[in-house]
C-alpha cells in the first residue's frame, strides 16, 4: 500500500519526547542560574558584614554550580568572585589561582575590574611592580570606560605601590592623576585628599619645584572648601601646614595650624598633634612665649593618652623655648622629663637629643663639667641609632671640644689665685723663721755683753785711783763691728713689736713687697666672662639654625619621617584589601 504522507505514530511519540525533554533541560538550567545568582547575591552580603568564612562557602556553591552548568562566561564569573573573596579574607594566592581562571584569552577583552582584583592579589603578596602593572591597567581601561571615580580610586593603589618601591616621583605622579580623575568625576573632596598627599610627596623627590609644591597645595586648599567632615578637614589643613613648614613657609604653617585648631577638639589625640606643631612653629619664629602654652597643653594631651615618646617630644620643644628666654633652670626640668619620657619609649635618638639639650643649658650655666657628661652620653645613644648621618656625630663631637675647652679655660684662670695664696703662705713662713733668729740672736749678744761688762768691773775695782781717770783707757779697745759695751745697770732692753703683738694679728700681715694678682683682686666678680672665653661660651648657646637635637617638626606618632611636625593619619599603605565584585547574570 501506498503511504498517505501522514507521519506515523512512531515518530510522533519521538518527537514529543524530544520537546518534552528540551523543555526539562531549559528549566533545569533555569533553576542553576537562579541559584548562582542567590548564592553570588548571599556571598556579597556576606562580605559586607564581615562574615568572611560564610561568604567563601557561598562562593564556592556558586563556582561548583557554574562548573555543572558548563558555560564559560558564568564560570569565569564565579571564579572572579571567588578569587576576590579569597583576596579580602587574606588568602591572596587562592585569590589568585581562581582570577587566573577567569582570565579571558590572548583576543579576550580586558575587564577592568579583573585587573584591579589581579592588581590587588599581588599587592597582598608584595609583589608590587606586577600590582602596580595591573593597576595601571585598571586605570586605563576606567578611563576608557569614563569612569573617573574607579580611576581615582585605583590611582591611590598604584602611589601605594610607588611608595613601596620608594618611588617618590611615580607616587605624587599617581595622586596627581588621582586627583584629576575625581576632579572629573565631580568628588572636590576626594580630590582635595589626594592633591595633600601628592604635594607630600612631591617634596621627597628632585623632580618638582617649590612653585610646583606650592601650586598643588593652594588648589588643595581651594578644593577644601567642599569638604563638609570637621575631621577630614582637620586632617588635611595640618597635613598642609607639614608641607608649608617642609617648604619653610611658616606664616602659612602657622595659619593652616590654626584652621586646624578648632576642628579637631572632638579627637584628644590629633588636638595634641595640632597644639605641638603649633608650638614648634612658633619656636621656628622666635616667637618663644607665645609657644610655651601650646607645648604644655600637648604635653598634658600626650601624657593623658599614654603616648609617651610624643609627650617627650613636647618637653624637648618646651625646654628650648624656656631656654631661648633665659629659664635655664626650668629648660633643664623639661629635658629631664622629656628624657625620662624617651626612656620609658626606648626611643635612643629621643634620648640623646635631650642629653644634649642638658649639655647646652650646663654650658650656658657656666658648669661645663656636667655639660661633658651630658654631651658623652648623646654621644653614646647616638651610636646605638641607625640612619645617623655624620655630621650630627661631628657637631656633637664639636660641642663636646668646646665643653672641655671652657672647663680647661677655667681651671688656668685660677691656677695664678691658688699660686698666689700659696706664695703668701711661704713668704709668712719664711717672715716668721726670720724674726725668730733675730730674737735668738738678740738674746745671746744680750746675755754675752752682759759677761764682759761683769768681767771689766771685776778688772776695774783693782785701777790705781792716783792715776787720773781716761774714758779712752776703758772704751779704747773696741770691736771694730760695733760690739758695743752696756753698762750692768742697762738690764731691760726694747722688744721688737712683733713680740708684743697678738697672736691673732700675725695673720693680718700685709706683705707689701708682693705683687698683686689681678685674678685676686675682685674675687666677687669672679664668675664674669673674660674676653678671650667669650667666643666659647657664645658657641655653648643653643642656635635654632644649628640644632641637631629634637627636629621641631613630626609627621605622625607611627612613623616619624625627618621632621617632626605631625600629620595625624596619614593615607595608610598596608590595610585589608578590598576586591571588586560582579554578578553573573
Known sequence: MASDGSPSRDSQKTKKKTIRKGKGEDVEHAQVQVNIESLTASGHHALQQGYYSDALEYFKKAFKAAVELKETKVQRACAFNLGAAYVEAGKPQKGLDFLSR???????????????NLAAAHEALKDYAQAARHYLQAAQLYRSQGDGSSEGDTCIRLAHCHLRRKEWAEAAESYLRAAESY???????????????????????????????IAVLTECLELSANITEQETLGKLYNAVGLSFSQLKLFPEATECYELALPLVHSTPRRLAVVLQNLGAVHNILAQYQQSLEYHREAAALHGSLGSRRAQGRCFCNLGYALSELGELEEAGESYLH???????????????????????????????EKAIIYYKQALALLSKCKDVSISVQEHLVNKLSAALQLKLAMQQRAHPARRAIQERSF????????????????????????????????????????????????????????????????????????????????????????????????????????????????????????????????????ISPPALLDSGDATPLQRRLKSRFCTVM
Not at 572629573?184 to 610646583?212: E, P, R, W, Y
Not at 658657641?539 to 621641631?552: F, V
Open 102 to 116: 577567569a582570565e579571558p584569552g590572548e583576543r579576550g577583552e580586558r575587564v577592568a575590574d579583573l585587573q584591579f
Open 183 to 213: 576632579k572629573v568625576a565631580g568628588k572636590s573632596a576626594s580630590a582635595a585628599i589626594a592633591l595633600k598627599d601628592a604635594g607630600n610627596h612631591m617634596l621627597q623627590c628632585d623632580h618638582f619645584t617649590s612653585d610646583d609644591v
Open 338 to 368: 622629656a628624657q625620662q619620657a624617651f626612656k620609658d619609649s626606648d626611643d635612643s635618638s629621643g634620648q640623646w637629643q635631650s642629653c644634649e639639650g642638658l649639655a647646652g643649658i650646663r654650658m650656658r650655666m657656666r658648669e661645663p
Open 427 to 558: 713668704h709668712r713662713q719664711q717672715l716668721r723663721m726670720t724674726d725668730t733668729r733675730n730674737v735668738d740672736e738678740t738674746v745671746d749678744e744680750h746675755r754675752r755683753r752682759e759677761v764682759l761688762n761683769s768681767q771689766r768691773i771685776e778688772d776695774s775695782s783693782q785701777v790705781d785711783f792716783t792715776k787720773q781717770w781716761r774714758p779712752t783707757d776703758i772704751y779704747g779697745r773696741r770691736k771694730p763691728h760695733g760690739d758695743m759695751m752696756i753698762p750692768s745697770r742697762i738690764t731691760k732692753t726694747d722688744q721688737p713689736a712683733y713680740l708684743n703683738a697678738l697672736p691673732e694679728a700675725n695673720r693680718n700681715l700685709n706683705n707689701t713687697y708682693e705683687k698683686p694678682d689681678v685674678h685676686c683682686q675682685n674675687p666677687t666678680n669672679a664668675h664674669i666672662i673674660s674676653k678671650q672665653d667669650q667666643p666659647m661660651c657664645d658657641s655653648s648657646k643653643q642656635n635654632p639654625d644649628e640644632l641637631t637635637s629634637e627636629p621641631l617638626l613630626v609627621e605622625s606618632a607611627e
